[in-house]
């Protein structure tokens, strides 16, 4: 499912990536007593209860870091899997969410922007 993240959860202090439509926060999978995070470090959906591995914080170049870890920053995944159709035709493909180390190779894939939720109809 397309997910909207909410912008004023994301700018906030501290941020979070909030999941309007699940109610639910991305979370770093983290290593140890969740201080660590490791390369190309996986995320998940989960309950939002503001602890670390939630938190994160967008720079005025549109990078999405970690707290746990600054120089890990949310990274798109290279490859697209196909995760079912929209509509009969129209499929619709999957990225991952990992956290990486900031690159200049990796740059266009880990960089963000926010923009306004179009309006409903």
């Known amino acids: 499912m397309d997910q909207r993240i909410s912008r004023s959860s994301l700018t906030g202090e ?17 290593i140890g007593a969740q201080t660590e995070v490791h390369e190309d470090a996986s995320s998940v959906a989960e309950d939002c209860t503001g602890a670390a591995p939630q938190q994160v914080a967008m720079t005025a170049s549109g990078k999405i870091k970690a707290v746990l870890d600054s120089s890990k920053r949310l990274t798109i995944g ?21 956290f990486s180390t900031c690159t200049k190779a990796d740059a266009s894939r880990q960089t963000w922007k926010t923009t306004a939720a179009p309006a409903s109809s």
């Open 14 to 30: 501290p941020g979070k990536i909030l999941y309007t439509r699940l109610n639910a926060c991305l979370e770093v999978v983290a």
């Open 78 to 98: 290279n490859e697209a899997f196909e995760a079912g159709d929209r509509a009969s035709g129209e499929p619709w493909y999957r990225r991952a969410l990992i």
